[in-house]
């Protein structure tokens, strides 16, 4: 294949909407606006990893001799991945940092038909799409002042919710389930947040919920590499 003279692309950046993750060699991209992974071999992470730091940072000669590729190649296969990633909007030459959410939900009555109620709402919302669905769930937090119903009986409570709905057993329901959980909780003045994490051999997407650094209500989760939590 004849390639035109390589650019020398500028330093890019991850699209906002994308949170990616480095996971045996190989990066796990998540698109936040649909809901949907895709996985990039290692020699596309290992191009992704340079595209992202300063042209002057870079080390393409390296990695020419790291994959046995003539430095010429590798400078054209470069520039060409650079341009198919900004093609697809992966990559992005500004970035645009998210300013923190301050908003505030309104306190509610926690209890067993709240969490039944949130439980079939976020299936119904994922159906119609994941991105309303998701920031729905992880932006707002009620007022975190106490007096706060304890989350042992927030957690007992929920447990109850879910016995009672009729839904895919864990862990195929786990995007709802912690998405409910999420929002449970935040609403009963409790500063939950959203965890998604990524395993590879074979690819497996896991989303859980934790409160002040503990996962609760989950197994073992060292399988899995944090893409995002909110």
Same mark, same amino acid.
Request: hydrophobic share 45%; glycine share 4%; proline share 9%.
């Given at each position: 294949?004849?390639?035109? @003279?390589?650019?020398?692309?500028?330093?890019?950046?991850?699209?906002?909407?994308?949170?990616?993750?480095?996971?045996?060699?190989?990066?796990?991209?998540?698109?936040? $606006?649909?809901?949907?992974?895709?996985?990039?071999?290692?020699?596309?992470?290992a191009?992704?990893?340079?595209?992202?730091?300063?042209?002057?940072?870079?080390?393409?000669?390296?990695?020419?001799?790291?994959?046995?590729?003539?430095?010429?190649?590798?400078?054209?296969?470069?520039?060409?991945? @650079?341009?198919?990633?900004?093609?697809?909007?992966?990559?992005?030459? #500004?970035?645009?940092?998210?300013?923190?959410?301050?908003?505030?939900?309104?306190?509610?009555?926690?209890?067993?038909?709240?969490?039944?109620?949130?439980? @079939?709402?976020?299936?119904?919302?994922?159906?119609?799409?994941?991105?309303?669905?998701?920031?729905?769930?992880?932006?707002? +937090?009620?007022d975190?002042?106490?007096? /706060?119903?304890?989350?042992?009986?927030?957690?007992?409570?929920? /447990?109850?919710?879910? $016995?009672?709905?009729?839904?895919?057993?864990?862990?195929? #329901?786990?995007?709802?389930? $912690?998405?409910?959980?999420?929002?449970?909780?935040?609403?009963?003045?409790?500063?939950?947040?959203?965890?998604?994490?990524?395993?590879?051999?074979?690819?497996?997407?896991?989303?859980?919920?934790?409160?002040?650094g503990?996962?609760?209500?989950?197994?073992?989760?060292?399988?899995? +590499?944090?893409?995002?939590?909110a």
């Open positions: 294949m004849t390639h035109p @003279a390589p650019t020398h692309p500028p330093l890019l950046f991850c699209a906002p909407n994308l949170r990616c993750a480095e996971v045996a060699g190989q990066l796990v991209v998540l698109d936040l $606006s649909a809901g949907v992974y895709d996985v990039i071999n290692e020699v596309g992470a191009m992704w990893a340079q595209l992202t730091r300063l042209p002057d940072e870079r080390n393409l000669i390296g990695l020419a001799e790291e994959y046995g590729i003539a430095p010429a190649t590798l400078e054209a296969d470069f520039a060409d991945f @650079a341009t198919a990633q900004l093609t697809a909007g992966r990559l992005v030459t #500004d970035q645009r940092p998210t300013p923190p959410s301050i908003e505030r939900s309104p306190r509610r009555a926690p209890t067993i038909l709240r969490a039944l109620w949130e439980r @079939a709402a976020a299936e119904r919302d994922l159906r119609r799409g994941f991105a309303t669905a998701y920031a729905n769930r992880v932006g707002p +937090t009620a975190t002042a106490a007096p /706060r119903t304890p989350v042992e009986l927030l957690m007992r409570r929920f /447990r109850t919710a879910e $016995s009672l709905y009729p839904a895919r057993q864990a862990p195929l #329901d786990c995007l709802p389930r $912690s998405l409910a959980l999420t929002r449970f909780l935040r609403t009963a003045g409790w500063p939950a947040r959203h965890v998604m994490g990524v395993a590879l051999y074979p690819f497996e997407a896991h989303a859980w919920v934790e409160l002040n503990t996962a609760l209500n989950e197994g073992d989760l060292r399988r899995f +590499t944090v893409i995002q939590q």
